[in-house]
């Protein structure tokens, strides 16, 4: 389960994290459940509404669809994911230093924010291709922050990789994947992770630490 709350995760859904029903934040946290669980085709409406104690009608007064949900889920997942690694990257110091900052949150979060990791990393299929395509750009916009990042390193001669895109989809791709096996038994907390991420990503990218 995610060890943080649907409306905190997301405090910029439409609405307000204030303002919109409790019902919705219900549905959306039943939502993530049941698609972490059971897959997105698997999961039905009547799986939604009763993780959320509602009745299966009462979830189409708020979504017209279970892939309605999923959308939502995918778009706020992703647009998070984004502010934190531009947060990161805001907090200064040279590229090894915001480099480091990056991997760690950026692990830390997919540890954290596991279910909520599985659901919108690998339910993308499952979209309708609307909203794939607004969820693609949002990925490509991590992407893209993460490579700026490679590039400046490059530039200042503390990193050294053949390949600036292919790099970053590697650090992408190490902190998604956390999502897919944390659990609350595993042996280090999300910020230890993180740290030890932080210094195996500098390693591969050829700093010195």
């Not at 934040?25 to 459940?33: F, H």
């Not at 998604?176 to 990218?205: A, F, K």
């Amino acid at each position: 389960m995610t060890s943080t709350p649907i409306a905190e995760l997301w405090p910029t859904l439409p609405g307000g994290a204030d303002t919109r029903p409790e019902a919705v934040y219900r549905l959306l946290g039943a939502a993530v459940e049941s698609f972490a669980e059971r897959g997105f085709h698997a999961t039905t409406t009547r799986d939604i509404a009763t993780g959320a104690g509602m009745s299966p009608a009462a979830l189409y007064i708020h979504y017209p669809s279970k892939a309605a949900l999923l959308a939502e889920i995918s778009r706020a997942g992703h647009a998070a994911a984004l502010a934190l690694v531009r947060a990161a990257v805001a907090g200064g110091g040279d590229p090894v230093a915001r480099m480091r900052r990056l991997v760690e949150d950026f692990t830390a979060w997919h540890a954290r924010a596991r279910t909520v990791g599985r659901v919108v990393n690998y339910e993308l299929h499952a979209l309708p291709e609307e909203d794939y395509v607004a969820v693609a750009a949002l990925r490509l916009d991590i992407e893209r922050e993460v490579s700026a990042q490679i590039e400046a390193g490059l530039a200042a001669g503390v990193f050294e990789v053949a390949e600036v895109r292919t790099a970053a989809r590697a650090i992408t791709s190490l902190g998604i994947d956390v999502s897919r096996w944390y659990t609350d038994r595993s042996s280090e907390t999300p910020e230890e992770l993180g740290r030890r991420y932080g210094e195996l990503v500098l390693r591969m990218l050829g700093a010195a630490g």
